[in-house]
């Protein structure tokens, strides 16, 4: 069964620092992974996905995530943390079944 | 392009009362899917669709819930009867194919007293 771990349920920083938020998965054979972000009171938003090729993508909103085929991650970045950036973000894997979401990390960036 | 829309955008009902939400998704897109998510976790896929056809249920409670897309576009899902723990975001997405990038609606938050 595939499953994705957040281990962070909420990451704090400062606007302009550098943000990573977390994400381990596990999936039988290659996976499909998202990021999404939730703002108060709205629908999920596609950040970005990994199916195959470079190792980093980058995706909306200046965010970029890593996938790390070895340590099963697929971390997210943004190099400047902004305050608008927070909010509540998930992780999703899928090895061609169901999308299954991570519990989520929520950002807060401090001015 | 228009998103996914869904309705309504809030409900409060009693428990044991029947329930149903409605979701148009993004036009052309094949498949759609209702998820649920509890406060405090992330979405959990109830049921997805491929054109009017039922790809995934497994974890559809369905002594209670119920969905169709009849013609293949807009869907419905109903509760029925509600319990207090099916209060939570239900949320619908579509995506042009299976396991693609998934376009999300704004939810319709159910509270079940």
């Known amino acids: 069964a595939q499953s994705v771990a957040q281990p962070e349920d909420q990451v704090n920083v400062a606007e302009g620092n550098p943000l990573t938020v977390k994400c381990t998965y596990s999936?039988?054979?290659?996976?499909?992974l998202f990021w999404y972000v939730q703002y108060p009171n709205r629908g999920l938003q596609f950040l970005l996905k990994?199916?195959?090729?470079?190792?980093l993508v980058k995706g909306s909103y200046g965010f970029e995530a890593e996938f790390n085929k070895s340590q099963t991650s697929f971390h997210l970045k943004k190099p400047s943390a902004l305050v608008s950036d927070s909010a509540l973000y998930f992780c999703?894997?899928?090895?061609?079944?169901?999308?299954?979401f991570g519990t989520g990390t929520r950002l807060l960036v401090s001015p | 392009e228009a998103g996914v829309a869904q309705s309504p955008r809030y409900k409060i009902i009693e428990k044991r009362q029947s329930v149903a939400f409605w979701c148009n998704p993004i036009?052309?897109?094949?498949?759609l899917y209702w998820y649920q998510q509890i406060l405090g976790q992330g979405p959990k896929l109830l049921i997805q669709?491929?054109?009017?056809?039922?790809?995934?249920d497994s974890q559809l409670p369905k002594d209670r819930f119920s969905a169709e897309r009849l013609k293949g576009v807009d869907s419905t899902l109903k509760i029925q009867p509600a319990k207090l723990e099916d209060s939570a975001v239900y949320l619908c997405?579509?995506?042009?194919?299976?396991?693609?990038?998934?376009?999300f609606g704004p939810g319709t938050r159910l509270t079940v007293l």
């Open positions: 997405a579509s995506s042009g194919y299976i396991d693609n990038e998934q376009f």
């Open positions: 999936v039988s054979g290659n996976p499909y």
């Open positions: 990994y199916i195959t090729g470079d190792n």
């Open positions: 999703a894997v899928t090895g061609f079944q169901k999308l299954v």
């Open positions: 036009s052309g897109h094949a498949t």
């Open positions: 669709f491929q054109n009017n056809g039922v790809v995934d």
